[in-house]
């Protein structure tokens, strides 16, 4: 029987963290096929370690994750190495880039199948029916293209009860890389584990690229289970701290607050994302047992201070601008840093609007750090996500705005930092107007330098804040190059969501 090589591409910074999702998807084959990890992250030349296996003749199937940025990189030049040495092997992606963009993937030559969604059932079915010539068409959850060259997408399943999977294989994963290496070094901890306790996201933002793969839908863990596999962790690795790699971690009050009291007795520090609209129902004594457990800090989409934009965004309705700001203060009185995102350069009619936009964002930032001058700030500019059917979506293809249409694209210079949200390509956005986005952005964390950076020294934040608060306080935000020297000669890392 064929075995299976699975391949986590290595990610932004190549930060070591325990590569859940293609870890999942070994638990879903244990016991039935044989399977390796190869983790990008740890290898110097993964490609090699790759051929390594396969010039045995034993595997055949290569399952990939691929998120957008560096791990697309590293997917498209792996899978064309193996391509042209192993044209007979089956190339599997998964992940937020291929479901999202499944022409590119499939056209591109090279990968055969997408899996849509989660793979818990659907990847082990479509080896099953490959390895022994069944019909894989009925299989849910997959993208494929035909004979013809038509893409088909298969119905989506209804997401599994996450309690009923079985166990992560950690300890078969430590044959490969000692599981030591993926416990890093963090603002939260010295051994710090990533670990995702539920999927999808039960709102449909129109900017979000889970949308479209989760469709509003969400499934946890039990907060027991949680522990469980937390627990299991720390006694066997030493980890200290937790980041929760969840879409949104506090969709339940009690289960947040059930494992908050589970994990208490461990002294584990601990962060996750969560909604503004959903977290500030949750009540004082919910929020102060969230800190007593360890809670530091917690990631929250405040995206706009505008109303009108939030509609936009389909995030208006239960979130607004005040509630924003009264939540950053509510939070101030529990010791949570709440790490606020925002995403500025959003369509508008004119050019004009555009620019009043990201006036009225930077000021409303402002209010946000007078309320809590703790609230770490995270700004992205605006790149669309293919979510049909929304109005914000219908204006950026009106823009004249088109998506790349070879994998080749993705990769090129201008794209490749596209959705990490960092040079959007839009119509709408002009250069000044970006400049003005990331000035403003290099004055703010010369103010207020983020807490996540824990090789600054006290000394050189308060350097970097006396030279950057005159700016802040008059608005004066263009040519900020003594803060950016400053930043470059001491490696300043700008905030952005723990752990990613």
Known sequence: MNKILLFNPKSANAK?????SILNIAASVEGKYEWVIVDGNCEADPVKKIRSYLDTGEFKYLGFTVMPGPQLRQAIIAAKAVKEKHPNTKMIWGGYFPSNHSDSVLYSGYVDFIINGPGDHAFPLLVDALEHGTPFEFIKNLIYKGPDGQIFKTAKED?????GLPPLPYDKLNNFYNIGKFLGKTYLGEKTLAYHSSIGCPFTCSFCAVVPIYEARWKAKSAKTVYNDVKYIKDNWGADAIEFHDNNFFVSEKRAVEFARLVKPENMTWWGMARIDTMSKFKDESLAIIRESGCKCIFFGAESGNNAILEQMDKGGTQTGDQILEFAGRLKKFDIIPEYSFVLGTPAPTPTQVEAQIDFEIDFIKQVKAINP?????????SPVPTPGS???????????????TLEDWISPAWENFDLRKNPLTPWLTPAMIDKIRNFETVLNGVYPTVTDIRLSQVKRVAIKMMATLRYKVNIYQYPYEIKLLQKIWKYRQPEIQGF
């Open 16 to 20: 070591y963290r325990v590569p859940n």
């Open 391 to 405: 109005e914000l979506y219908k204006q950026v293809l009106s823009s004249g705005f088109k998506f790349p249409q």
């Open 159 to 163: 997401l599994i009860d996450q309690d």
């Open 374 to 382: 703790k609230t770490e700030i995270i700004i992205y500019t605006y």
